[in-house]
T-cell receptor, first 117, second 112 residues
Framework: GAVVSQHPSRVICKSGTSVKIECRSL??????MFWYRQFPKQSLMLMAT?????????EQGVEKDKFLINHASLTLSTLTVTSAHPEDSSFYIC?????????????FGPGTRLTVL | KQEVTQIPAALSVPEGENLVLNCSFT??????LQWFRQDHGKGLTSLLL?????REQTSGRLNASLDKSSGRSTLYIAASQPGDSATYLC???????????FGPGTSLSVIP
């Protein structure tokens, strides 16, 4: 099946710094990527939808200036958490869908655990 | 707005028991339904995917059913093992390129 990778898998940073998380589709072209967030003991919640070459669409309550998403190519989307604070500590997971007819579902990355001190 | 619920929230069973996890969704217009497993602190592992036109899918000791009209799905685990201990998430998609909406999960503990 299709593979989606994320880098880094784990990051610890100081409050006020920015952190970039990469999501890559390794063996297929992803026209759409999704970014989810999971707080401890909670389920995954969609943050934003990222389409290659266009601006991301953010879910209600998600600050677009704080969570910058770039989908510059068909295999890479990045999420940058700007001026991170402890409340941003969470598990971030991306997923990707392929070109028309290429896939029936989304393929999920392994996740990135962010801890902000 | 699609909402997904799962019952029970937590379940503890002795090894060897058969068990059923339940998932309900409010909007029956779905493209597919998927069951995931998530080990503590880890990412998602896809277990079974049921297309909207299908009634069930099976993989090893796992069987997932889908009743789209009633907005329900069940995940049946036969002969449970301690290694099955994890959180099980149910998720639905409205279209093939839409977001996935997750349920809150069922935390399963299988006691040796």
């Amino acid at each position: 099946g299709a593979v989606v990778s994320q880098h880094p898998s784990r990051v610890i940073c100081k409050s006020g710094t920015s952190v970039k998380i990469e999501c890559r589709s390794l063996d297929f072209q992803a026209t759409t990527m999704f970014w989810y967030r999971q707080f401890p003991k909670q389920s995954l919640m969609l943050m934003a939808t990222s389409n290659e070459g266009s601006k991301a669409t953010y879910e209600q309550g998600v600050e677009k200036d704080k969570f910058l998403i770039n989908h510059a190519s068909l295999t890479l989307s990045t999420l940058t958490v700007t001026s991170a604070h402890p409340e941003d500590s969470s598990f971030y997971i991306c997923s990707a869908t392929g070109l028309a007819g290429a896939t029936d579902t989304q393929y999920f990355g392994p996740g990135t655990r962010l801890t902000v001190l | 707005k699609q909402e997904v619920t799962q019952i029970p929230a937590a379940l503890s069973v002795p090894e060897g028991e058969n068990l059923v996890l339940n998932c309900s969704f409010t909007d029956s217009a779905i493209y597919n339904l998927q069951w995931f497993r998530q080990d503590h602190g880890k990412g998602l592992t896809s277990l079974l995917l049921i297309q909207s036109s299908q009634r069930e899918q099976t993989s090893g000791r796992l069987n997932a059913s889908l009743d789209k009209s009633s907005g329900r799905s069940t995940l049946y685990i036969a002969a449970s093992q301690p290694g099955d201990s994890a959180t099980y998430l149910c998720a639905v998609m409205k279209t093939s390129y839409d977001k996935v909406i997750f349920g809150p999960g069922t935390s399963l503990s299988v006691i040796p």
